[in-house]
C-alpha cells in the first residue's frame, strides 16, 4: 500500500517550535518532489514548502520564510519540515504531497500522493 504518513504535529506556545516529518511507506521518495501544506479551518489550503528530488531546490511561501526549513533523507524515505518561532497563525492541519518528477510547487494540482495530516495548534 502507497501512503504517506505525517507525524510531529502538536500543541506549542507561540514563538515555540515544532518539526513534522513525512514518512513513505510502499514507494521510494526518491523519484518525488515533495510539497507541504496546510488548512485551517474555514480556510483555502495553501502551500507552505517544497522540495526537489534531489533537494537541490526549495520553495517557501512568503508566511514561512525565514522560520521554517524543509529538509529531506531519502534514505530514510523521509521528508521534515521544521517550524521555528510558530505563530498563531501558522495552525492548521499540515499535509505532505509527493509528485513525481524533480521539480516542485506550492500549487497542491499534480501531487500524486497525499498524507492523512498532522494537526498543529499554536496557543497560549
Known amino acids: 500500500q502507497l501512503q504517506l504518513v505525517e507525524s510531529g504535529g502538536g500543541l506549542v506556545q507561540p514563538g515555540g517550535s515544532l518539526r513534522l516529518s513525512c514518512a513513505a511507506s510502499g514507494f521510494t521518495l526518491d523519484y518525488y518532489a515533495i510539497g507541504w501544506f496546510r488548512q485551517a479551518p474555514g480556510s483555502e489550503r495553501e502551500g507552505v514548502s517544497c522540495?526537489?528530488?534531489?533537494?537541490?531546490?526549495?520553495t517557501y511561501a512568503v508566511s514561512v520564510r525565514g522560520r521554517f526549513t524543509i529538509s529531506r533523507d531519502n534514505a530514510k524515505n523521509t521528508v521534515y519540515l521544521q517550524m521555528n518561532d510558530l505563530k498563531p497563525e501558522d495552525a492548521a492541519v499540515y499535509y505532505c504531497?509527493?509528485?513525481?518528477?524533480?521539480?516542485?510547487?506550492?500549487?497542491?494540482?499534480?501531487?500524486?500522493?497525499w498524507g492523512q495530516g498532522t494537526q498543529v495548534t499554536v496557543s497560549s
Open positions: 504531497a509527493a509528485e513525481l518528477g524533480h521539480h516542485c510547487s506550492l500549487g497542491s494540482s499534480g501531487y500524486n500522493y
Open positions: 522540495i526537489s528530488r534531489n533537494g537541490g531546490s526549495v
